[in-house]
């Protein structure tokens, strides 16, 4: 990746595809989206980044370190999930080991017609959120247990630092539909993860690498989206 300032690249996405049969090689693709496709100024959004700043830490959420860097770190780095789903879009949408609601909450904002619920074991953790969804006024679920005790089915599960990536796959394929998908933020160690992994889960899948790029950036948000902490390789896994 080039120097801060020299890219418009903002992160690296996986997709990994239900197969029956042996994955073939990574293919590589790139997709370009535009500023005007990311919600970043809806008011909900902001209102989110808020008690993400102020309950999120002071619930041991999210570190107090990272109160200065929530929007370039967290909601930039979740938001542009939102646009894989279509506009209008209802499907059914799991977010995995929510926690503080990234990235369920930011794409939910930005993608309100989605029938979403959010899994989180952790009894504060799932309080933090109901709050947050009702002050928002979200319509999302809350499954409070562990995703094993989840009987629902998704056509979508998403996921962000919840597990290696083959402990996460194993998580969320009981969770889909036949034809379910996995859409999961991870982070620059995948390579090795793969590497370092006996599991024949990937068995299963058909990968394909996505270069995500901005275009059409426009000054106000120029230093947000050049910042150290976001302009950094991120990845994405999906399953179909």
């Not at 090689?25 to 902001?46: G, H, N």
């Not at 996921?159 to 859409?183: F, H, M, Q, T, Y």
Request: proline letters at 5%; charged letters at 25%.
């Amino acid at each position: 990746m080039n120097q801060r300032g020299k890219s418009q690249t903002v992160a690296w996405w996986y997709f990994l595809n239900k197969f029956h049969v042996k994955p073939p090689s990574l293919e590589q693709k790139t997709r370009k989206i535009s500023l005007t496709q990311l919600a970043v100024d809806d008011p909900k959004l902001v209102q989110f980044e808020s008690f993400l700043k102020t309950e999120g830490i002071t619930r041991g959420l999210l570190g107090p370190k990272e109160a200065d860097r929530i929007r370039e770190r967290h909601i930039l780095n979740c938001l542009p999930l939102s646009t894989f789903f279509e506009p209008g879009s209802k499907l059914k949408v799991a977010d995995l080991g929510s926690g503080a609601g990234l990235p369920g909450v930011v794409v939910a904002i930005a993608n309100p017609t989605l029938d979403l619920t959010l899994i989180e074991p952790l009894a504060r953790r799932a309080q933090f959120l109901s709050e947050v969804i009702s002050a928002l006024g979200l319509d999302i679920k809350i499954e409070a247990k562990n995703s094993k005790l989840v009987t629902k089915k998704f056509d979508v599960v998403m996921a962000r630092a919840v597990a290696p990536i083959d402990k996460l796959l194993e998580l969320a394929r009981p969770l889909l539909n036949p034809n379910g998908r996995v859409l999961a933020l991870v982070g620059q160690n995948i390579h090795s993860q793969f590497s370092a992994s006996s599991s024949n889960i990937f068995g299963k899948f058909n990968l394909t690498l996505h270069q995500l790029e901005l275009g059409e950036r426009s000054e106000e948000h120029t230093s947000e989206l050049q910042s150290p902490d976001h302009l950094v390789c991120r990845l994405l896994l999906e399953k179909k």
